[in-house]
């Protein structure tokens, strides 16, 4: 698998509307990207586009991944935890990064497994009226 990050300023995968209950609307991420300190890229293997990355700087060396998928196609098939790895990689390379931090939904089991898979440890969970969520963090 050869895994290359293109930057990007809209989602262009397809998804599943479970996967799309895990993600910001098309729009938010159009219009997130036009924002300093965001980053998007798809995700090719090869020429193949297989996933999008939307990623948020809070820090000097602090970024959040705020939107990550891999398309309906693709799922199952190992994409998302290489992927993933690969791209941590690349923000430490690219953009200095030596702290990625993200969220899942409570009950999201299989991001919480891919999550942990990689190294990202539970900071602290989000239990508010219309928010459900774990926060995560990886250090580099």
């Known amino acids: 698998m050869k895994i290359k990050f293109v930057d990007s300023k809209s ?3 397809k998804l599943t509307k479970e996967q799309w209950k895990q993600m910001s609307s098309p729009e938010g991420i159009a219009k997130a990207l036009g924002q300093k300190d965001v980053i998007g890229f798809d995700l090719y293997d090869s020429d193949t586009l297989f996933g999008f990355a939307m990623l948020r700087k ?3 060396t602090g970024w959040f991944l705020w939107d990550y998928a891999i398309d309906a196609e693709f799922q199952n098939e190992h994409y998302g935890q290489l992927a ?3 791209l941590i990689e690349y923000i ?3 953009y200095g990064a030596t702290e990625i931090s993200t969220t899942y ?3 999201n089991a299989h991001a919480k ?3 942990e898979k990689i190294g990202f440890q539970e900071t602290d969970v989000v239990e508010e009226d219309d928010c ?3 926060n995560m963090i990886y250090t580099i």
Request: charge should be neutral; hydrophobic fraction near 40%.
């Open 11 to 13: 989602i262009k995968i």
């Open 105 to 107: 939904l409570w009950g």
């Open 113 to 115: 497994y891919i999550y």
């Open 92 to 94: 430490n390379l690219n």
């Open 58 to 60: 809070y820090s000097d």
């Open 84 to 86: 993933l790895q690969k």
């Open 132 to 134: 459900h969520e774990v």
